[in-house]
Each structure stands twice: as C-alpha cells, then as structure tokens.
C-alpha cells in the first residue's frame, strides 16, 4: 500500500524512508550538476533549495479521515451527532450528552468528542433559534422562560450567545 504522504500530490515528490516510513525533506531527485573541466566557473554558488514542508496538523487529520483510518465507532457517533443536530435543533453540548448517555447511544467520551468537533458546517445560532420558535409556538412561553429553558443543563444547553441570539429573533 501507498503511504498517506505519497498520496498526497505535494508531497508525492518526497522520499519515504523505508524502515521508519517517515518522509525526508530532500527532493527523491537532484538537478544539480557539477562544472565540468573545461567550462567556465558559475560567478554566484548553487542556492541551496528551500526545505520541503512537512505535512501540517491539518494536512494529516484530513489525509487520516481521506484514508479511512478514522474508527467507525468515531463515524457512527458524527453521523448521528448530524441526525440530532437536523432533526432536533440540538446544541453542541445536547449532543455530546446523548451521544455518551448510558441511556442514548453509549458512545465513548472520545467519539462523541470527535463528533462535536468535525461539526463544523452547523449553524448553533439557528438551532437555538429553532428551538425557541418551538417553546414559543407550542408552549406558549415567555422570551424569559424559553432563555432560561435553552440555556439551563436540564433543557437544551445552548451557550448564553446562542440563546439571547434567540431571543433577539424571535417573533414578538
């Protein structure tokens, strides 16, 4: 099998130590030459070329998640981390606790972990707003009561920003 850092184009130039698998910064080939006798000295040295860069924190969680090599355990609990999030309007702290609940999904601290963190595309404030639209609509509450509701850690757990962006957008 290919390593990871092999395909990926930028750093397929590379050269891959074969005992530890790590990349070297030295280009695989050299277009260097030497004068030969007879031809006439270069004025200015070679320049020495620049290092190639390593591949950034970024570069190998997306290569890792490209490759496969992300647990199912860690899919499972995105995919339905996005399920409660589309279907529900839950925050990112609702989430996490159903996720690792030993009454919703038992997933492990780390998956859900993993989970709340790659949600990156959720709009929070739109959730809380969704949410306060519910209480308003079918409970007849109170702006003071659905804040309350969607920022205490027996309701819906949203941050204080996201909940008095609610409020704020709420039909009066």
């Known amino acids: 099998m290919t390593p990871i850092i092999n395909r990926i184009p930028e750093y397929a130039a590379l050269e891959v ?29 070679t320049p020495t070329p620049e290092p190639t860069p390593t591949l950034s924190e970024e570069t190998e969680a997306a290569a890792e998640h490209e490759a496969g090599d992300v647990p199912m355990e860690y ?32 997933f492990s601290p780390e998956a859900a972990q993993y989970a709340i963190d790659n949600m990156t595309d959720v709009d929070w404030n739109a959730n809380a707003l969704a949410k306060a639209k519910s209480y308003q609509e079918m409970m007849d509450m109170s702006p003071s009561a659905i804040y309350d509701q969607l920022v205490s850690e027996y309701g819906e757990e949203f941050t204080p920003d996201q909940a008095q962006y609610a409020i704020d957008n709420l039909s009066q």
């Open 17 to 45: 130590d074969g005992a530890s698998g790590g990349a070297s910064s030295t280009p695989a080939a050299s277009s260097t030459s030497t004068p030969t006798a007879g031809s006439a000295p270069a004025s200015e040295p």
């Open 75 to 106: 899919q499972s609990a995105l995919r339905k981390a996005y399920s409660y999030e589309e279907n529900m309007d839950m925050s990112k702290m609702g989430i996490y606790g159903q996720l690792v609940s030993e009454y919703g999904e038992q």
